[in-house]
């Protein structure tokens, strides 16, 4: 009989706590009586005073009436400097003391000088595959000269400048065969013949896709 009445105890326990929180969500979701707020008195002044414009304290600043009719403005007389006399006059003697310069002519020889012939031509040679350069002599006239086994080159003038030119130079003329590796027997094949100018390597020089050759100077 005991435990019965722990169990009917605890169960009316938990019906009643089930009850108050039922009880408690439905006093919570429902809607409150409204409250008045709190008087304000500073408030109510202000609301209670009515707006009125701020007046300016500055009056206004006194000044001359604008003139019935349009005021002519004539412009100001144009100021004249005087030139002084002295640094006139003294202008005018600086010009005349400017004489014109003249010009020195060039002093031309009645007759030009002759260039002065060279018993060897100076010749600076490279062999563009195996990079190798060389400076040797070739005789004015006389017997040609192979340049690594295949590049031939014979001299038939070589001249200096003369001191009346206005560059310093040295001029050959020069003719150049290729003959081919292993074809001693064959014919040379010439590939350049004119003046080259130790000035003007660049322009007067040997081109060939494997050599190039210039020249360097002449000499006795």
């Known amino acids: 009989m005991r435990p019965n009445r722990l169990l009917t105890a605890g169960a009316s326990l938990v019906l009643a706590l089930s009850a108050g ?29 009515p707006a009125t414009p701020a007046v300016p304290t500055e009056t206004a600043p006194s000044g001359t ?3 019935r009719a349009p005021i002519a403005v004539s412009p100001p007389p144009s100021v004249q400097i005087a030139e002084d006399a002295a640094v006139a006059e003294k202008a005018e003697e600086e010009v005349e003391a400017e004489a014109p310069v003249a010009e020195k002519p060039i002093e031309q020889p009645e007759t030009p000088a002759r260039r002065q012939r060279r ?49 310093e130079d040295a001029i050959a003329y020069l003719q150049v065969a290729v003959q081919s590796r ?8 010439q590939v350049f013949r004119g003046w080259m ?24």
């Open 21 to 49: 929180a039922v009880t408690a969500s439905v006093l919570q979701d429902a809607p409150r009586d409204a409250r008045p707020v709190q008087q304000d008195p500073i408030g109510e002044i202000l609301r209670n005073t």
């Open 65 to 67: 009436p604008a003139p």
């Open 119 to 167: 018993k060897f031509a100076v010749i600076q040679a490279l062999d563009k595959t195996t990079a190798e350069t060389m400076k040797f002599e070739v005789e004015v006239g006389g017997r040609p000269v192979r340049f690594n086994k295949n590049l031939i080159f014979t001299a038939r003038a070589c001249e200096v400048s003369t001191p009346d030119e206005l560059t």
């Open 182 to 189: 292993g074809a001693a027997s064959a014919e040379p094949r």
């Open 197 to 220: 100018f130790a000035s003007s390597p660049a322009v007067s020089g040997l081109q060939h896709p494997n050599y190039d050759a210039w020249v360097v100077g002449c000499k006795n």
